[in-house]
């Protein structure tokens, strides 16, 4: 049975602002640029070099919890593009990560808080999750009802049940939290288990989010579903995406805002529309609304800010302060003053009433959001660092008699800039008063010809090697010219491209789609396998996934208790075992029979462990590290061709991994071999190997007495070579106890001399460069 693979449309604000991208992403965090639809789940796993106290791509929310005590600490929540998100124990002059919290597939775009204890987060992998805010980092629900990105995020003080999500399906939500947290029992088939998919045992299974029809309000969207669990109200108009979205304290009003310039007002408790407000030439990407919702503000790409009176249902300001598109917005407790930032790489400070306004500071990157802290306001920027400033949030006229303000204008900036009369804001403030570092992200990449390898480039210019099959860093050269070292790097060898690689995370993400993902082998000796026979294939995929899952692996043993139970480590038969019989041909990998040791060419990290990304036959996709895994998880949770091969050493049938081909003496070459006709062999067999055939098979007319007799090649390394003439015989290579002369061969393709070393699918891909099978010719080396 094949599983259908969800892809999703995605539209990606580039750096235009305005201009769109598209492009296709797959449920497990598939950013591949393939539009194929994959036919079976795939495994991510997503490498970590750094410490996981640290961010490694750019930021794009922040959340301050307050104490409710009085000596008690303050936290300040992250959510980045790395996926996951972050607590921070906040003192004066210095933070403490406390917690991550990691089960999302792609970016976390926003983040609130409801309530004392439940952090909301969503994210482009389509989700909203709830976590414990204060524990560990504890998913508690994951709440599926968006069909695309969910962008924006906004919840009421004063009233902690309610939040809305809005995002680029055109879709708002307003959710109660604590309904949709609310267990129900497992009658219906409308079930959705924590957010780990099962991942996490303690977690209770919780309802599904699929909205069904209500016919209270005709604003209230119709969406075929299951009869049972939780659903949130759907407010029903947007046409396009939402950028944006803001609550009033009591949760009675709700904006809305997006590509399609406009303002809407909504009554949250039903999901009416109340009205719609015009005055922005582009996106609206942030909003605010005071306490009682009376007065509204909004930053937009059109570089403007516009103060509304929901009352009057009219703009009755228009503020000209950034040279760019505004990204953030954050007030004063009293609504009087405005911080804002954007893609101009600069924070203002505007007074609302006198339309005064001063550069606070300017930044390295373009500003995301905006948190304040008693006196201070955090910033996020695209950068996966957090920086403090001073902000005088109770007392903000302290900044302005510090003078360097200016009169904000109230057209397009193209007029506002006169009101500048010439000259540039000089900032108020030259360093922050604390940074919360972040790692640099990835942002370039090279596989490198020996599939193990992956060549990257970070935002700071570090160029560092990786081997994907350990997840480590093996080199890291510094500040150097990627495309140099990448030329330095080359190696002339070809094995299949078994996996795919992405950078999205800002780390790298390793992608496994079966079958393909099994095309690659090499011999033991080639590994440096010690203790396994040098002629043994072992198969990258398989042998990366068991290193992968064997915290895993162990774990499941422990909780099946000895080897030898009933279950072993082998799936039920209605687990896994149907769905491979259906196939015309299953490989066993033999040789490999029961065969869980991780070897070390594939030992992954325990101190900076990677992720795994993927998901089962319920659920949907998930992430968690590979040594958090509890070893509960099964095929509801990953694909059922990883298991099949990690736990019952299977593996799907692949593409034909032999290369045929011919060998002929060369001309004038009096030496013949007793065998003719089109040769078959592993696409990875040696050169040497093809030398002993010869040497095997050869026909001598004469002794050679000045042919080397002390032979050059060892044999028996790499397994039959096959002949495919009539009668098709097989046959091990390696010289015969009769055989006592050894002479010196050489193998040439297209009249070049092959290295002893080189593999057949080398010399086919950078010698012989021709669809047709490849031609060897052999001669012996005289006078050797």
Known sequence: MLVAVRVLFVVVVDDDDGVVAMHRVGSAGNTNNSVRPRKEKRLTYVLSDADDTKHCAGINCLKVLRSTVSDGCDYLFTGSRDGTLKRWALSEDSTTCSATFESHVDWVNDAVLAGDSTLVS??????????????????????????????????????????????LGGEVFIWDVEAALTPVSKSGDAMEEDCSNGVNGSINSLPMTSLRTISSSNSISAHTTQSHGYVPVGAKGHKESVYALAMNDSGTRLVSGG?????????????????????????????????????????????????????????????AVHTDSVWALASTPTFSHVYSGGRDLSLYLTDLATRESLLLCTKEHPILQLALHDDSIWVATTDSSV????????????????????????LSFSRARVSLEGSTPVPVYKEPTLTIPGTPAIVQHEILNNRRHVLTKDTAGSVKLWEITRGIVIEDYGKVSFEEKKEQLFEMVSIPAWFTVDTRLG?????????????????????????KPEDDKVNLARETLKGLLAHWLAKRRQRLGSPASANGDVLSGKDVAPRSLGHSRVEV?????????????????????????????????????????????????????????????????RENTKCSFYLHPCEGSAVQILTQGKLSAPRILRIHKVVNYVVEKMVLDKPLDSVN??????????????????????????LKPWQKLKPSIEILCNNQVLSPDMSLATVRAYIWKKPEDLVLNYRVVQGR
């Open 259 to 319: 590509t399609e310039k406009v303002v809407r007002v909504w009554d949250p408790r039903t999901g009416s529309k109340a009205m719609k407000l015009r005055g922005h030439t582009d996106n609206i990407r942030a909003l605010l609304l005071d306490s009682t919702g009376r007065y509204c503000l909004s930053g937009s790409s059109d570089s403007m800010i516009r103060l509304w009176d929901l009352g009057m249902q009219r703009c009755v300001h228009s503020y």
């Open 387 to 410: 920086h403090r400033w001073p902000a005088e949030a109770h007392n903000p006229q302290k900044v302005f008699q510090r003078g360097g303000s200016f009169l904000a204008g109230n």
């Open 122 to 167: 969503c994210s482009s992998d389509t989700t909203l999750k709830t976590w414990n805010c204060l524990s560990d980092g504890t998913c508690t629900r994951t709440l599926r009802q968006h069909s695309d990105y969910v962008t924006c995020l906004a919840a009421a003080e004063k009233n902690s049940n309610i939040v809305a999500s809005g995002g």
């Open 589 to 653: 990998d033999g040789g490999s029979e029961n065969d869980s040791m991780v070897y070390p060419p594939f030992e992954f990290s325990t101190v900076s462990p990677p992720s795994v990304v993927t998901e089962g036959s319920q659920g949907g996709p998930w992430r968690k590290k590979i040594t958090d895994l509890d070893g509960s998880e099964d095929e509801k949770d990953f694909p059922w061709w990883c298991l099949d091969c990690v736990l019952n050493n299977r593996l799907p049938p």
């Open 507 to 531: 780390s790298l993400s390793v992608h496994l789609d079966t079958p393909q993902c099994f095309s690659a082998e090499m011999y033991s000796a080639d590994l440096n396998i010690v203790g």
């Open 709 to 734: 007799t002390d032979g050059t090649f060892a044999p028996g390394l790499g397994g039959p070579l096959q002949h495919s003439v009539v009668g098709d015989g097989s046959f091990r290579s390696g």
